[in-house]
C-alpha cells in the first residue's frame, strides 16, 4: 500500500519550535550580548520561576536541569535515604525507580490500575511497611493517578507523598493542578513533553516553602543563593539555563492553546473507539478532569499487528514501557523473588500510543481514528 505523503503522522512534532524560530534566535542574541554574561540560574530563570509560581498559586517552583534530577532533588529535600523504602509503580519509566535507588533508598513496586495504567493504591497500601518514607505515584499515559487516594494513603500511614508529574504540566484534578497534590510534585521540558523545549530541564513545585529553600540549596551544589563556595549540605549540579528560561517564558502564553487541541484531540479518539471495546481496542477512560495528554495510548488485544497496520497507514506509534521497570536487569534485585504485576505485565503487552501532538491536522486525526477503526473491523 501507497502512502500518501499528507497522510504521513509523524509522532511528535517535527516543526515544533518552526513557529518560535525567530524568537528562539533573538533570546540567543540577547543573552549572548548581554554585558551581563550570565547563562545559568540569572534574572531570566527567576522571572521563570515567579511565573510559574505565580500562575500555579504554589509556594514555590524550582529550576533544574531535568525531570529527572527534580524527583532526586525532592527525595533528598525530604531527607529520604538507606534504609527508608519509597513506592513506585512497577509500569512506568526508569527515573521513578532510579531516583530512588539515587538516594539509597528502596524501591518497592506496587502494580497499576488496568483502566488508568497508574499505580493502585488499594496494593501501594499493602506494600506500606514500618520502613516506607513515601509513596510516588506517576500520572501516565492519559490519566492522573487517583490523588484523592493516595492522599489519604500518605495521611493514614504518616508517609510522604511525591508526585511524578513530569508528563502531567497542565492538568488538573478536582481543581488541584498536577503536581500539588502532595510534598512536591515534578515537570520536566525535555523536547518531547508537552511543554517541550530545545534542551534538557525540569522544575520542582511545591506548596511548601521550606521545601522549596531546601531544593534550592540542593540544585547548587549546597551553596544558598548569592553566596559562593558557602555549602551548607551536599548537594549537586541541577542548574538552569538562562536562554531556556527567556525561551519557556516567552512561549507559556500559547501552553494552554496547545493542551486544549490535545484533549480536543484525545475526545475524538475515544468518541470514535469507545464501541472497539468488545473488539479488543479500549481507549482510555473517558472524562476531561484530571486528564494528560502527553501521550494517548490504548489497550489493544493485537498490539503489534495494530501497530504494524497503522505504520502501513503512515502512522507513527511508541510502545512506552515494553516491559514492567522490576523485569530490567537494572532493578531485578529490588523485585521480591516470585514477586508478579500482572497488571503491568498486562498493560506492557496490551498498550500503544497514538499520535496526539497538537500540531496534527485534523485530517491526520480523522485518519488515524479511520484506520484504528478498520483494524478493529477486521479483526473483529
Ligand atoms: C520524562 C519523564 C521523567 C524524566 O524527565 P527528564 O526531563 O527526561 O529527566 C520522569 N518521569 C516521567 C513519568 C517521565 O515521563
Redesign the pocket.
Known sequence: MTVAPDFAVPFFPPGLFDADRAALLGIVREVGLDPEQRFILGRRTAAFEAMLRADLEAADVVACS????A?SLVLRALDIGPGDEVIVPAF??A??AASVIGTGATPVFADIRPDTLTMDPDHAGRLVTPRTRAVMP???FSVMADMPRFTELARRHGIRLVE?S??AQGGVLRGVPAGLWGEAG?Y???QV?TFGMPG???VVVTRDAELGAKVRLLRNHGQPPGQRFLHQVIGINSRFDEIQAAFQTHRYAEFPARLERRAQIAAYYTERFAPLADRGIVPPPPDRDGRCF?VYTVLASGRDALAAHLAESGIATHVYYPHPLPAHRAFASYAPPGARWPRAEEAARRHLALPVHHLLTDAQVEHVADRVCAFAEAHA
Request: proline content about 4%.
Open positions: 531535568s525531570g529527572t534530577s524527583l512506568a519509566c527515573p521513578l506517576a500520572h501516565m511524578d513530569a508528563v515534578v520536566s521540558f525535555v513533553k534538557e530541564g525540569g502527553y
